[in-house]
T-cell receptor, first 115, second 114 residues
Framework: AQKVTQAQTEISVVEKEDVTLDCVYE???????LFWYKQPPSGELVFLIR??????QNEISGRYSWNFQKSTSSFNFTITASQVVDSAVYFC????????????FGTGTKLQVIP | NAGVTQTPKFQVLKTGQSMTLQCAQD?????MSWYRQDPGMGLRLIHY???????DQGEVPNGYNVSRSTTEDFPLRLLSAAPSQTSVYFC?????????????FGPGTRLLVL
């Protein structure tokens, strides 16, 4: 069985601070995919990133960066110089069947960026 | 492009009623999926489709049916609504190429079953 743990239920930071959202996953499969999604207060879902288990390179996209470490089964997400618009619930997810099939989501981390 | 559209935005049903949640995308994506989101539980995959005529079950398929007669449309049918199906439903379609992969979500349908 696969599992995704987002231990941080809620985080509050002051604008311009850096913040890291933790994601720990469990799976016995050697091939799997990891995802991050954003859900702003308006409720829509925004896909942020998908990584496969064979690619441990860190990824950076603007103020967003992701750190994938197989040794610790973690796929952490860092927002640099946070902004109020980053306030949202962020979900980490795991799929072991080659894509979006049988995907398992974490329970989410609510990030509040205070101006 | 309209992206992924869902109708209705909000629906109230009585226990035992049936209804269809509509989902359409105009991006010619092969892969589409339905999720439900419940408080404190993240999203759970209900059904998915890898192309017209091909569907499969996700994590929580019971009580729901899907079909995919065209690439554009992927309706979700509630056969006999139950209060446990009160949730927010999201449809998604996925762009998959050799160099990128992006999942697009609809705005969601909020369903209340009394």
């Amino acid at each position: 069985a696969q599992k995704v743990t987002q231990a941080q239920t809620e985080i509050s930071v002051v604008e311009k601070e850096d913040v890291t959202l933790d994601c720990v996953y469990e799976t016995r499969d050697t091939t799997y995919y990891l995802f991050w999604y954003k859900q702003p207060p308006s409720g829509e879902l925004v896909f942020l990133i998908r990584r496969n288990s064979f690619d441990e390179q860190n990824e950076i996209s603007g103020r967003y960066s992701w750190n994938f470490q197989k040794s610790t089964s973690s796929f952490n997400f860092t927002i640099t110089a946070s902004q109020v618009v980053d306030s949202a619930v962020y979900f980490c997810a795991l799929s072991v069947s080659g894509g979006y099939q049988k995907v398992t989501f974490g329970t989410g981390t609510k990030l509040q960026v205070i101006p | 492009n309209a992206g992924v559209t869902q109708t209705p935005k909000f629906q109230v049903l009585k226990t035992g009623q049936s209804m269809t949640l509509q989902c359409a995308q105009d991006m010619n994506h092969e892969y589409m999926s339905w999720y439900r989101q419940d408080p404190g539980m993240g999203l759970r995959l209900i059904h998915y489709s890898v192309g017209a005529g091909i569907t499969d079950q996700g994590e929580v398929p019971n009580g729901y049916n899907v079909s995919r007669s065209t690439t554009e449309d992927f309706p979700l049918r509630l056969l006999s609504a139950a209060p446990s199906q009160t949730s927010v439903y999201f449809c998604a379609s996925t762009l998959q190429t050799s160099s990128q992969e992006t999942q697009y979500f609809g705005p969601g349908t909020r369903l209340l079953v009394l």
